[in-house]
């Protein structure tokens, strides 16, 4: 497995303030602020349970989301805005331990009244005012830009600025042409070159080049490029080259596959048995709208495009596509007043975990598309059928960074993610998806068609 993961390195702010957290808070707990801890016997056991629930809130509730916004006024403010995220993370995690642990004694609720105090005006205190210059730096990189020279085509050229809208970073791409003009001042903003075709470069520029990198320069292909920036390959861009060179052949090894199948039935099975009632509850608020089956069986495609029959939670009205399939739109008519619910909350995907047990699907991956539509996107999308090539996921790359798809435009920009998904699978990866999902569903995004 790769070491240096575009996914990961793009997250590495991210990464550091969580082990940041980790120990200033098993520091605090531990050698400095003990006496508070007069509740429970084991302060190490707590520590454990509380830091989960901390790094789990702390990323719902978005404390990790440095937004530019936020970051346009002054330090003070700053401040105040990471503190009150801070406290409110802190109290609903105390929250969630003394209600799920039962050997945690809480008889006195003085206690309870002591670990609030402790941890709003100490413990979060500290852990904010002791990051902010890590936080203020993260902050500066976040908002600086980055500058790429193109060297290619202008047709291109044109369609990754376009395709810069949906980049989280913040860069900007210059088109220079092949003679490589520039002057020490601009060579100094220049983070590197993407290079379309290698062969129309010749041997002066060639060299040019050559100085470029000893100067710290990178050197890219327009597919790493995307890979770095957008992490997605838009289709537009790829060439059989592409897929010959064995860019997928290190995402499969069996250990890998192997761990994801164990890691998706225990995770399946723990979530059916928990979300049962829901599931039953929601099903009986569908049969009582419309007196009609609230089960919805719907072929899809999967691995190797072998068919199978998912199942969700019907939302639409009975026979809503009469004998004609067709995408889902925005303010679609055929959703029911409680399908509209089920699938803001994603509540209806929940009878799918049957698939996965049975082996159709796994909880990551691509989504599985209906036969009729692969057809029609066979058409537009180049190299359509690669997405196939894993199980299709209950969630996936594409899903927790674009919007509910409803064209085939979509679809292609969701195709590029399923093709990042593939080219970098890997544990920690559905890890990272896991956790974007949760808070996807938390806070009710991509659910509804941008069309």
């Not at 980055?146 to 085509?153: A, F, H, R, T, V």
């Not at 060579?187 to 290698?198: E, Q």
């Not at 894993?390 to 509910?404: C, F, I, T």
Request: some cysteine; glycine content about 4%.
């Amino acid at each position: 497995m790769r070491i240096l993961l575009p996914w990961l390195i793009s997250r590495r702010k991210l990464l550091i303030s969580c082990i940041i957290e980790i120990s200033l808070i098993y520091l605090f707990n531990i050698y400095i602020f003990s006496e508070y801890f007069v509740f429970t016997q084991n302060i190490e056991y707590f520590t454990l349970l509380f830091i989960p629930f901390w790094l789990l809130f702390s990323y719902l509730l978005g404390r990790y989301s440095y937004e530019e916004e936020l970051f346009k006024n002054k330090k003070f403010n700053i401040f105040i805005q990471l503190y009150l995220r801070s406290l409110l993370v802190s109290i609903t995690s105390i929250f969630s331990i003394f209600i799920i642990f039962k050997n945690i004694n809480l008889n006195n609720f003085n206690h309870f009244d002591q670990i609030i105090f402790y941890y709003s005006l100490q413990i979060c205190f500290l852990i904010n005012l002791l990051q902010l210059p890590l936080i203020n730096r993260f902050v500066e990189n976040t908002l600086s830009r980055e500058y790429w020279i193109y060297i290619g085509s202008k047709q291109l050229f044109q369609f990754l600025n376009k395709e810069l809208e949906f980049s989280r970073k913040k860069v900007k791409l210059l088109n220079k042409s092949i003679d490589l003009k520039l002057s020490e001042k601009n060579l100094h903003k220049i983070k590197g070159f993407i290079i379309d075709k290698v062969d129309d470069i010749g041997q002066i520029q060639l060299n040019k080049f050559f100085e470029f990198q000893k100067k710290g320069k990178k050197m890219i292909s327009t597919e790493k490029w995307c890979e770095l920036n957008l992490q997605r390959f838009p289709s537009e861009i790829l060439s059989k080259e592409f897929f010959l060179k064995g860019n997928f052949s290190t995402s499969y090894n069996s250990f890998q596959l192997r761990s994801k199948r164990i890691g998706d039935v225990l995770f399946s099975i723990c979530l059916l048995v928990l979300t049962f009632p829901i599931v039953f509850i929601a099903g009986l608020l569908i049969y009582l709208e419309d007196k009609s089956d609230f089960i919805y069986l719907q072929e899809r495609v999967g691995l190797n495009k072998k068919k199978f029959i998912l199942y969700k939670l019907r939302t639409m009205i009975p026979y809503a596509e009469k004998g004609k399939p067709q995408w889902s739109s925005k303010d679609d008519k055929r959703i029911t007043k409680i399908g509209g619910f089920l699938r803001k909350t994603r509540i209806d995907e929940l009878p799918q975990l049957l698939n996965v047990i049975k082996g159709d699907m796994s909880l990551i991956g691509p989504r599985p598309e209906r036969e009729v539509f692969d057809k029609e996107l066979k058409k537009y999308i180049p190299y359509y059928d690669f997405r196939y090539s894993l199980k299709p996921g209950l969630s996936g790359w594409a899903q927790v960074n674009y919007p509910y798809g409803s064209s085939v435009d979509d679809a292609k920009k969701k195709f590029g993610y399923d093709l990042f998904y593939l080219r970098n699978f890997s544990i920690w990866l559905d890890i990272l998806i896991l956790f974007k999902t949760i808070r996807v569903v938390f806070l009710k995004k991509g659910s509804i068609p941008n069309k």
